[in-house]
């Protein structure tokens, strides 16, 4: 089970990226992914999370309007489209798939919950610079 992240880069502020995350030895459709991101120091946090399954889509209020999160089952790829990019946007960028399955939180009676805790089987990440 592995993801692999691209699309990273250096770019101006109002600028945009694609980041893609690709899964190799499971397929993405009974999972949650995820993208978080984390600057030294700090704890990773949720960027957004999409349930696979039934589509259900979360997005951390700093990025609301400015993020799309999707996914391509045919590529087991989950993208995100990053646009109106900020300084603070400046992070190495990971994405992750639940722990448990879809089935496992319909049979808990549970939703996703876009929280780094929650996640497991994260890639090496890619960084993202955004210069003022």
């Known amino acids: 089970v592995q993801f692999v992240e691209s699309g990273g880069g250096l770019v101006q502020s109002g600028g945009s990226l694609r980041l893609s995350c690709t899964a190799s030895?499971?397929?993405?459709?009974?999972?949650?992914v995820g993208w978080f991101r984390q600057v030294p120091g700090k704890e990773r946090e949720g960027v957004s999370c999409?349930?696979?399954?039934?589509?259900?889509?979360y997005y951390a209020d700093p990025v609301k309007g400015r993020f799309t999160i999707s996914n391509d089952n045919a590529k087991n790829t989950v993208y995100l489209e990053m646009n109106n990019l900020k300084p603070e946007d400046t992070a190495i960028y990971y994405c992750?798939?639940?722990?448990?399955?879809?089935?496992?939180?319909?049979?808990?009676?549970?939703?996703?919950?876009?929280?780094?805790?929650?996640?497991?089987?994260w890639g090496q990440g890619t960084e993202v610079s955004v210069s003022s």
């Open positions: 999409i349930a696979v399954a039934d589509g259900s889509i």
């Open positions: 992750g798939a639940t722990r448990r399955t879809a089935t496992e939180y319909r049979s808990l009676g549970a939703k996703m919950t876009c929280a780094a805790r929650y996640f497991g089987s």
């Open positions: 030895g499971f397929t993405l459709d009974n999972y949650g």
